[in-house]
Nanobody
Framework: EVQLVESGGGLVQAGGSLRLSCAASGFTFDDYLIAWFRQAPGKEREKISCINSSDGVTTYEDSVKGRFTISSDNAKNTVYLQMNRLKPEDTAVYYC??????????????????WGKGTLVTVSS
């Protein structure tokens, strides 16, 4: 059974940090890229970061560039999202998702093959 399980969300004050984890199982981790999405209340789900171990590419949306860092521990089948200098507008449910590596981080859309159930991040002002 394919599973993506996010953890690490919570309540943090503006300016603080959180590290999200995405633990994958049930598929060949090395054959997939992993992306982080988020969905704020009343807004559409947006892609914020992606990592593709097959070519070493990482991508970030402008809204998180310089504050968030994505990394992967292939030995643990886990992808992390280190989030620093958090802002109230970062408040959202954060999801990780997987797509075949050949899609490329620049080619993926919201229609990913596998999704986690999400973890809530709340940033207070």
């Amino acid at each position: 059974e394919v599973q993506l399980v996010e953890s690490g969300g919570g309540l943090v004050q503006a300016g603080g940090s959180l590290r999200l984890s995405c633990a994958a199982s049930g598929f060949t981790f090395d054959d997939y890229l992993i992306a982080w999405f988020r969905q704020a209340p009343g807004k559409e789900r947006e892609k914020i970061s992606c990592i593709n171990s097959s070519d070493g590419v990482t991508t970030y949306e402008d809204s998180v560039k310089g504050r968030f860092t994505i990394s992967s521990d292939n030995a643990k089948n886990t992808v992390y999202l280190q989030m620093n200098r958090l802002k109230p507008e970062d408040t959202a449910v954060y999801y990780c998702a997987a797509d075949p590596f050949w899609m490329g981080c620049h080619g993926i859309t919201n229609k990913m093959d596998y999704w986690g159930k999400g973890t809530l991040v709340t940033v207070s002002s």
